[in-house]
């Protein structure tokens, strides 16, 4: 039988907003990202010389991802816009 204590357990706020940080899906991460789900399973693995990995939280053989960090994450990656690709050509060319 539980203690009181532990059914009216609540998660603790974010004390920088005050709101709980919502916990997320692979399903819900491709859709927010608006990605296949294969291709958030890709993103959560590490490989040497590319962008960080998909923050996640394993629980048995199902992944979890915290929106926040998932935001965080998605923030940080480098804008890959028509200058990214016009840098990148030039330097391609000078060689």
Same mark, same amino acid.
């Not at 004390?15 to 993103?43: D, N, W």
């Not at 998909?54 to 816009?81: I, Q």
């Given at each position: %039988? *539980?203690? *009181?204590?532990?059914?009216?357990?609540?998660?603790?706020?974010?004390?920088?907003?005050?709101? =709980?940080?919502?916990? %997320?899906?692979?399903?819900? =991460?491709?859709?927010?990202?608006?990605?296949? *789900?294969?291709? =958030?399973?890709?993103?959560?693995?590490?490989?040497?010389?590319?962008?960080?990995?998909?923050?996640?939280?394993?629980?048995? *053989?199902?992944?979890?991802? !915290?929106? !926040?960090?998932? %935001?965080?994450?998605?923030?940080?990656?480098?804008?890959?816009?028509?200058?990214?690709?016009?840098?990148?050509?030039?330097? =391609?060319?000078?060689?």
């Amino acid at each position: %039988m *539980k203690s *009181k204590a532990q059914s009216n357990a609540q998660p603790t706020p974010n004390p920088i907003v005050g709101q =709980v940080s919502k916990i %997320m899906t692979v399903q819900q =991460v491709a859709e927010l990202l608006q990605i296949p *789900k294969s291709s =958030v399973y890709e993103k959560t693995r590490s490989r040497p010389n590319t962008t960080p990995p998909l923050p996640c939280r394993r629980l048995g *053989k199902y992944l979890r991802f !915290d929106f !926040d960090s998932v %935001m965080r994450w998605f923030s940080a990656l480098p804008e890959s816009g028509s200058r990214a690709r016009r840098t990148a050509a030039r330097i =391609v060319a000078a060689r």
